[in-house]
């Protein structure tokens, strides 16, 4: 069996502006760079993986985002981050190939993406209808396998400031994931780092932005030197997930100068 083939992008962080930075990277050439260097695994993908902060506080970054993506003949499966205006995202990004939360049924598995922004916050929680909405769709995939995608993260990453801005109800998360043995992955963005452990059966797997990285294991915020990157998935019908980072190794920024603007990170 052929198996269900994903390429996830996120943190994106887009401003109205094209030359608008992150930290001293300018975020649409940077999601630009890697959407061409993604090309062919975009290609080979059945859908791409989008986990939030599409746009750093500026709404009329949607639009960028947009035109980037609304030619691709395959679905764009979104979800919301902290940065993200979860209304004007919705209305941005309505219509094919677009789709903002929910779930989608693809070959084995069940992708189900999950809104944790709590309006005005860098950290995230999931709300009882979230909650209750997760177990209805975990239990209605039957013999499907579950990806479930988020933006925060549910487990420490082992950097104490990016570790107070992570899932806060991450208990009653794993609560229900546990209930549901057709659970294989958890996927989420937000951390700007790559992690990959396991808890049980259960694949964790954070991804890098295709801007600016942190620096992971740190006690106090700081920008990592790695490039923009990605994530390919290869989701087998036995339920086994491949997986590997893809990083811009030979990318340039165009605009190096540090810390231009002083926006809040993550
Ligand atoms: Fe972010």
């Given amino acids: 069996m052929k198996p269900l083939r994903l390429v996830q992008i996120t943190d994106t962080h887009l401003f109205g502006e094209e030359s608008g930075d992150l930290r001293g990277l300018a975020t649409l050439p940077a999601l630009r760079a890697v959407l061409d260097s993604a090309a062919a695994d975009i290609a080979a993908a059945d859908a791409l993986l989008v986990t939030g902060d599409v746009v750093q506080d500026d709404p009329r970054g949607y639009a960028h985002f947009h035109a980037a993506l609304r030619g691709l003949r395959k679905p764009v499966l979104c979800l919301p981050g902290n940065h993200d205006d979860v209304p004007q995202m919705r209305a941005a990004l309505r219509g094919g190939p677009f789709q903002v939360g929910g779930w989608l049924d693809i070959a084995d598995w069940r992708v189900v993406m999950l809104d944790s922004v709590v309006a005005g916050r860098a950290g995230g929680r999931l709300p009882a209808h979230e909650l209750e909405e997760l177990e209805r769709t975990l239990t209605g995939a039957g013999r499907r396998h579950a990806l479930v995608c988020l933006h925060h993260h549910p487990v420490p990453m082992s950097s104490r400031w990016l570790d107070e801005v992570g899932l806060e109800n991450a208990e009653e998360f794993f609560e229900v994931i546990d209930r549901h043995r057709n659970v294989r992955g958890i996927v989420w963005g937000h951390v700007h780092q790559a992690f990959d452990q396991l808890r049980g059966r259960v694949r964790l797997l954070s991804t890098p932005s295709t801007c600016t990285q942190f620096r992971p294991g740190v006690e106090q915020f700081a920008v990592d030197t790695r490039p923009p990157g990605y994530r390919i998935l290869e989701l087998r019908a036995d339920g086994a997930i491949d997986t590997e980072i ?20 993550a």
């Fill in 246 to 265: 893809v990083w811009l190794e030979r990318f340039v920024a165009r605009s190096p100068q540090p810390a231009a603007r002083s926006s809040s990170a």
